[in-house]
């Protein structure tokens, strides 16, 4: 339990929750998803990647590129990103190096985690609330079952309304959000340097 809750990050362990059955649904694409309603939205992304990861017509590199995409359009991975780093580094810094991280981010997220979640083994899901916090987020609080395991994960997913549909900014697993296990990962990469560091460091681990 203690491994699982460790790569159950943030982002987008955020993802875990996305490989969560072995139930069958019909063909859908990362761009269908549903994001105008909080509800909706999640339940589709969690079909969505049951579908992507369970579909054995697709090569591994086909399942890769896909789950990219379903990565990238449902996360808002540059806000995620930027709350890892220093507060107001992504004011100080020049554009163009903000975007070599935030590309080696993703790359980080995806690298790290893609394996281990497609090894995993649930069952279903249920979506038992909805709560609204002052700040105008909403947190879909879900249930994932496990095939081995009879207590579920409890994950909340944290939105938020932004360019005129819901995105996925924080997933809390058993209570502990990942944004927050991320933003750890990433001041234990960078060890006190500045972005240059941290980006070199990132690169030679994630760049290829």
Request: aromatic share 10%.
């Amino acid at each position: 339990m203690r491994f699982l809750k460790k790569w159950l990050f943030n982002l987008c362990l955020l993802v875990a929750s996305i490989t969560i059955s072995t139930l069958h649904y019909s063909n859908a694409h990362c761009s269908s998803i549903e994001a105008s309603e909080p509800k909706i939205f999640i339940e589709n992304l969690l079909k969505t990647g049951v579908n992507l990861l369970t579909d054995k017509s697709k090569s591994s590199p086909e399942k890769e590129t896909d789950f990219r995409k379903l990565l990238k359009e449902n996360f808002h991975l540059k806000s995620v990103a930027g709350s890892a780093l220093r507060p107001g580094e992504t004011r100080s810094e020049p554009k163009e190096k903000l975007d070599q991280y935030l590309v080696l981010f993703e790359s980080m997220i995806f690298r790290v985690y893609m394996k281990q979640i497609e090894q995993l083994s649930l069952h279903g899901f249920s979506i038992t609330n909805i709560n609204d916090l002052p700040d105008g987020a909403k947190i879909i609080k879900s249930s994932i079952e496990r095939v081995d395991n009879p207590e579920p994960f409890k994950v909340d997913w944290v939105l938020y309304f932004k360019e005129n549909r819901y995105w996925v900014f924080d997933v809390i697993v058993d209570g502990v959000s990942l944004g927050q296990v991320q933003k750890q990962k990433i001041q234990d990469i960078r060890q006190g340097g500045n972005l240059d560091a941290l980006i070199d460091i990132m690169q030679k681990e994630y760049g290829q």
